[in-house]
Structures are given as structure tokens and as C-alpha cells.
């Protein structure tokens, strides 16, 4: 190929590559929303809503989806490149990266649309405040993104402990009294073992169960201050309060607690584990309603507080908004996709996601009428917390150092004090950098 050649060819591709951009904008059914989402388990129940709303409004709603999160992520960065972003999608990854979307032009500010008046109130006070948290920036954010909210939830997650009613049962424990104490937790534990029962499962394998379950013992037994003050080097790791949440694997390692496998086991074959009634308790969030309904349909369970190991404060437990869309900012059709976004969270819209999914709503009007299971995962959201709205987080390394230092730790490999002083050190040198 000459170089002439190679000059028209290249600008031949780059022309069609622009058209094929404006064509796929353009192109579009001017009167037709269009949505992109990556849930498979939800595409069913999303229809049949779009079929609902062009029913009632006449406007029609097209839901487009893109599974796995993989490909939904690769679809969003090309459509990035040829200017053909839909109406409303959503967008996955880290807060960071929610952050560069919206600095980049490609995601409405929704705060001035949940603030106006609707029926006597706000579309804001339609949403648990957790949930709408998840995808607002506050002033003095570290990303410098401008205040305001962005995102809308769709569903609401919060992760909890389980436990096997049945199996209680047998172990001539109350079905109906999961232990509210770490003492409790580590007696009722021991009965189980000692009737020849399975005890506690979770997919510890990927490491941010650990890190979740960990944190929510460390909330409950220091308070958010220290915590939030050890991530900003004022506290150390090797302080007693750590040493004990440390402590706390290495006794249920010592104990017998952990089904076998749990340490490298990731949360797929911890639910299954536990849906074939193979555990007894199990560290899991709400999602595994709909899972466990899948694995074992007759599964008679429950879901409870991680046991308190200070009773001076409450338990704090991970959670917030589930799955969230987002509004194109350059959409054409934006007040049109507003609409529609206030109409799918409304009651009955939530009310039917949630029956059809079995994920929790982010409506907090349609909490009451859900399964008695989901309900139980939606008590408590007082005291439900995200890390994406943590005031300060710790740095990559050291939260590896951490949640790796557990996993040693429960099979034998590193003591409480040797974990803390090795985290201790990866933080130090962090603090240099």
C-alpha cells in the first residue's frame, strides 16, 4: 500500500467512523427514551414496565441490555467515543469514576428535579436518604465535582448475616432467636458443632467480604472516628481496639466456626453452600433473596445484625443504593427521560420491581409491601453506611494488607499482633508517599 493510498484510506475510515457517530445520534426515534442497562435478571420486568408506561403516557421506552457489566462498561466507553450515548444508562465502577462522567458533560445534575414539588411533597422523599446518598457530591468533595445528586436508585442492598432457621432447630436453639452478642454468636456456634451441625459460610475468597464484615465490627467497637482517624494516619493499626478486631477471625478460626473452603471460597459457592443447607449462618446481602429462591425455593432462613461486640454503640452495616441510573446531560429527550425515571420509582413501579426481582426498593414508601424476608434486610437503614460516602478512605495497599492479613489469620498463618504490625508497617510507608 503507497503512502497516497495509506493518506485517502485513513481519512475514508475516519470520515465514516464520524457519520456512523452522527448517524447512531440522529438516527434515533426522536419520541422513543432509550435506556441501556447490564441487569439480565431484571430485562423481563423492565419491559413489561416500558410496555406499562407507553400505555399510559403514549411514550414509548425502549430498554436495551448489554450483559455482563463487562460489556455493558464497553459499550458505554465506545458510545463515549462516537457521540451515541443513550437517554438514561447507568454507570459502574468507583466513585472516581462516576466523578470523571460527570465532569466530562455526560451526566445531568438531577438535584434541582428531586427538589420540586410532586403530589404535596418532593421525588426526593420518595427514596431512602442512604440510597439517594450513593450518588450525590457534597460540597468539598475530593473529587471537586459540583454539589448535587446525580444518580437515581432503582433498589436499595444491605449486607447482613443469615442464619438456617431449620438447622437452629435441630440444634434445640429458638429458630426465632438469632444471637444479638459476639458471645452469644460463639456459644450458639459451639452447640451447632457439638450436634454435628455445619456453622458459618461466606464468600471470604473476595477479599471485600472480609473487608465489609471487618468494618462493621470495627464501626461498632471503636466508633466511625477512630476508624476514619486510623485511615488518616492519626491512629495506628497496632492500637488494642484493631488487635481485638483481629482477634475476633482468630477466634472463629481457633473455634471451628468456618464451614471448610470458606477462606477461599467466593460468594457463588458460599451461596450455594448455604442454600444446601451446608452452613448454618452465612455473611451475605440482599440480593441472595432472589438467589437463594433459584438455589432451594422451600430454604426456610432469616437475616440478623452481625453480633454486637460493644453494646455502647449501634452496628453499622454496609448498604445503599443498589443499582442507579444516570441522565444523559446532552440527551435531547432529558425532561422526557426525567419523566419517565420519577414514574419507574414511584410505588407501584417499585412495589412490582420488587416483587419480580426480589431486590429491595429504593422507594421507601414501597418497603411495606414486600416479603417479610426482604423487610428484614431494609430494617435498621439508620445505620446503613456505603464507603463511597466514607469522609475519608483508606489507601489500596493497606486495605489489601488488611483484608489478606484476616484470611491468613484464619488459617492459622499470622496471629492478631502480627497482622497489625505488618498492616502497620504497608500504612507507613503509605504516609511517606
Known amino acids: 500500500m503507497n503512502n497516497t493510498f495509506k493518506k485517502i484510506f485513513i481519512k475514508s475510515f475516519v470520515l465514516l467512523f464520524f457519520l456512523a457517530g452522527c448517524v447512531g445520534q440522529s438516527g434515533r426515534n426522536a419520541e422513543t427514551v432509550t435506556i441501556w442497562h447490564w441487569m439480565s435478571d431484571r430485562d423481563d420486568a423492565f419491559n413489561e414496565l416500558a410496555k406499562r408506561y407507553t400505555e399510559e403516557t403514549g411514550v414509548n421506552v425502549k430498554f436495551d441490555l448489554y450483559a455482563p457489566s463487562e460489556i455493558y462498561s464497553q459499550r458505554v466507553k465506545g458510545a463515549i467515543q462516537t457521540n451515541t450515548l443513550p437517554d438514561i444508562f447507568g454507570v459502574l465502577g468507583e466513585?472516581?469514576?462516576f466523578a470523571s462522567f460527570i465532569q466530562s458533560g455526560y451526566v445531568a445534575d438531577l438535584t434541582e428535579a428531586l427538589n420540586a414539588p410532586?403530589?404535596?411533597?418532593?421525588?426526593?422523599?420518595?427514596?431512602?436518604e442512604k440510597a439517594l446518598a450513593v450518588n450525590e457530591f457534597k460540597e468539598g468533595n475530593p473529587h471537586g465535582v459540583k454539589p448535587g445528586i446525580y444518580g437515581l436508585p432503582l433498589d436499595v442492598s444491605t449486607i447482613r448475616m443469615i442464619y438456617n432457621k431449620n438447622l437452629y432447630a435441630k440444634a434445640g436453639l429458638d429458630p426465632n432467636a438469632p444471637p444479638k452478642t459476639w458471645e452469644e454468636f460463639m456459644?450458639?456456634?459451639r452447640i451447632l458443632k457439638a450436634k454435628g451441625l455445619p456453622g458459618f459460610v461466606s464468600g471470604f475468597g473476595e477479599i471485600w467480604m472480609l473487608d465489609a464484615l471487618a468494618s462493621n465490627w470495627a464501626m461498632n467497637l471503636m466508633g466511625p472516628e477512630k476508624v476514619f482517624a486510623t485511615y488518616e494516619g492519626k491512629v495506628p493499626y497496632t492500637d488494642r481496639d484493631w488487635i481485638k478486631i483481629f482477634a475476633l477471625f482468630k477466634e472463629m478460626a481457633d473455634e471451628g466456626v468456618l464451614v471448610d473452603g470458606t477462606v477461599t471460597m467466593v460468594?457463588?459457592?458460599?451461596?450455594?453452600t448455604f442454600a444446601n443447607?451446608?452452613?448454618t449462618y452465612a455473611f451475605n446481602g440482599s440480593w441472595c433473596v432472589n438467589v437463594y429462591k433459584g438455589m432451594n425455593p422451600d430454604l426456610d432462613y432469616a437475616a440478623f445484625l452481625p453480633p454486637l461486640i460493644s453494646k455502647a454503640r449501634p452496628m453499622k452495616i454496609w448498604g445503599g443504593a443498589g443499582s442507579s441510573f444516570v441522565i444523559h446531560e446532552a440527551s435531547p429527550r432529558k425532561e422526557a427521560a426525567i419523566a419517565f425515571l420519577k414514574w419507574l420509582t414511584s410505588d407501584a413501579q417499585q412495589v412490582y420491581l420488587a416483587e419480580s426481582t426480589l431486590n429491595l426498593p429504593a422507594n421507601k414508601n414501597a418497603v411495606k409491601e414486600i416479603s417479610p424476608i426482604l423487610s428484614q434486610f431494609a430494617g435498621n437503614m439508620d445505620h446503613v453506611v456505603h464507603p463511597n460516602v466514607y469522609p475519608v478512605h483508606e489507601k489500596p495497599e493497606v486495605r489489601e494488607a488488611f483484608d489478606k492479613g484476616i484470611q491468613s489469620i484464619l488459617i492459622g498463618e499470622k496471629t492478631p499482633e502480627e497482622l497489625a504490625a505488618e498492616v502497620q508497617k504497608v500504612k507507613g510507608k503509605a504516609l511517606k508517599r
Open 277 to 279: 443447607e451446608r452452613a
Open 95 to 97: 466513585n472516581q469514576d
Open 187 to 189: 456459644e450458639h456456634s
Open 118 to 128: 410532586m403530589d404535596g411533597a418532593t421525588w426526593k422523599e420518595a427514596f431512602f
Open 267 to 272: 460468594n457463588k459457592a458460599a451461596e450455594q
